[in-house]
């Protein structure tokens, strides 16, 4: 779908007055308590005669609406939502944007959203949070998966956000990214030339980039980089990292990386290349490995603080969660597929093993 994809977000309010019954079919007073008390979630209270304004949530999305990985985790969100009694339409809006990659457009969408006095914005990682937090910073705030939160200012602290922004990270410490090469390593113990796959453009990144470079370097290993940014650049970036002959690549997690997981998989699997990032789904897809946080259960965290919010908590007063575990997930066909012997070791520590 091009262009914008967009959901009505809004009921009309007012419409004429019920004429009065008879006085004998007025009901109680009791009766009357008790009736407003089973509205709920229906809030604010409408007036009589009018129809009940439903909270609306925005969702900024930088990618598009038809990416499969994305899609997933939305759908994780959703459900969790109506696990805690939110259903689009009966007690709550949303109003989908999706910028297919335009961040300019993304920009536009987030002011149109405070326009139009939205009740709360859902961002999934670090960019659609800093166009959201530029458009409004007085309308509520959630990350589903977020990085390096407070050097990027978006938040005072972990503890106590402070501002209008609270929700989840996907790292604790950008040194957990380190540990990535450790795992390459013990599968490829004669690496010495890797390449890394970075999103220049991705706010929040660079601090890993450093982590990872120094594990590398304390691993006997130069890394290459290839930086990109939009879209157009993978092709070229694919070229670079051939062009250098790396023996094995990194992939950094961003917006961008997610939404490509399909082609850069298949680049790696194109030239035998070991490979691991951030994102489980790329295994299943036929990567190598990966070392992170399950992003799709972030995403169904998230409700919880939309939950929260929406029942009247202020955004300062909900701690961001960070991750407390991470997932190493094994691909044994790829292995073999590109003549790797997985150590039983790890095997052992693995969290799945995809046969």
């Not at 007025?26 to 304004?53: E, F, H, Y």
């Not at 002011?111 to 937090?133: F, P, Q, S």
């Not at 407390?324 to 094994?330: A, G, I, R, S």
């Amino acid at each position: 779908m091009a262009g914008t994809s967009i959901r009505a977000s809004s009921n009309p309010a007012g419409g004429e007055r019920a004429a009065d019954p008879p006085p004998a079919m007025w009901p109680s007073r009791r009766t009357i308590v008790i009736s407003l008390a089973t509205l709920g979630l229906q809030a604010p209270r409408p007036g009589l005669g009018q129809t009940p304004v439903l909270p609306r949530v925005g969702r900024l999305n930088i990618g598009a609406e038809t990416e499969p990985t994305p899609a997933g985790f939305r759908k994780a969100f959703v459900d969790a939502l109506r696990e805690l009694g939110w259903i689009e339409g009966k007690n709550v809006l949303f109003d989908w944007r999706f910028a297919n990659g335009d961040r300019e457009l993304l920009q536009r969408m987030a002011r149109d959203m405070v326009g139009a006095k939205i009740d709360l914005i859902v961002c999934g990682n670090n960019i659609e949070t800093e166009v959201a937090k530029a458009a409004s910073a007085s309308i509520p705030i959630v990350m589903q998966a977020g990085a390096n939160l407070i050097e990027l200012g978006l938040i005072a602290s972990y503890a106590h956000p402070g501002g209008n922004i609270t929700g989840l990270s996907w790292d604790q410490s950008p040194e957990f990214a380190a540990k990535s090469i450790e795992r390459l390593k013990e599968v490829l113990p004669g690496l010495v030339r890797l390449g890394g796959l970075y999103d220049a453009g991705f706010p929040g990144l660079e601090p890993n980039r450093r982590a990872i470079e120094g594990g590398a370097r304390g691993l006997g290993i130069t890394m290459h980089h290839a930086d990109i940014r939009v879209d157009a650049d993978l092709e070229p970036a694919f070229a670079d990292l051939a062009a250098h002959d790396v023996q094995a690549v990194y992939v950094y997690g961003s917006s961008l990386t997610a939404r490509h997981l399909p082609r850069i998989v298949r680049f790696c699997a194109s030239r035998r290349l070991p490979d691991i990032y951030i994102f489980k789904e790329a295994v299943a897809l036929g990567a190598l490995m990966s070392y992170g946080v399950d992003i799709k259960a972030l995403f169904r965290r998230s409700a919880f603080y939309v939950d929260k919010i929406l029942r009247g908590a202020r955004p300062a007063d909900l701690p961001v969660e960070l991750p407390t575990k991470y997932e190493l997930v094994l691909n044994l066909g790829t292995a073999k597929a590109r003549g790797l012997t997985i150590p039983q070791s790890m095997l052992l520590r693995a969290d799945e093993v995809i046969e």
